[in-house]
């Protein structure tokens, strides 16, 4: 699967607490390795597969934008435009939960919740380098 492709998930994060805590419990649990991510001042967790290092999700601690959420897991979804994605989250009678931020070298993202109170990530992927 193309991670990438509008569309897809793209990733999938907890966010929590005591994140330092719940990283060992699922490294306990699932054999996931964690590497720590820097946040600027903090540390967020990257938990790789143990059979090939590959990053599959994170684990994070409720500050900054994500200090609203509720401890469950946020999948990312891709869109090709997250300005225009928003407009269509709103108008459907979506609401926004975290204002667009920027993850430097990624792309951009925010929070939403549908008419049914569930919450996902909207991300937009940065153009690739050239």
Not at 23 to 47: C, I, L, N, Q, R
Not at 55 to 67: E, I, Y
Not at 92 to 116: F, H, K, N, S, W
């Amino acid at each position: 699967m193309d991670q990438t492709q509008t569309g897809n998930i793209s990733w999938f994060d907890l966010t929590v607490p005591d994140a330092a805590k719940v990283k060992d419990f699922y490294a306990g649990v699932t054999g996931w390795k964690a590497a720590e991510f820097d946040m600027g001042g903090y540390s967020d967790y990257v938990m790789n597969r143990p059979s090939d290092g590959k990053a599959v999700a994170g684990v994070c601690w409720s500050r900054g934008v994500n200090a609203a959420l509720r401890p469950v897991w946020l999948i990312y979804i891709n869109v090709d435009n997250l300005d225009v994605a928003i407009g269509r989250c709103l108008e459907l009678g979506g609401t926004i939960r975290t204002e667009p931020a920027v993850m430097d070298g990624y792309g951009r993202y925010c929070v939403i919740q549908d008419p049914a109170g569930a919450v996902a990530a909207l991300f937009e992927a940065s153009p690739p380098a050239s």
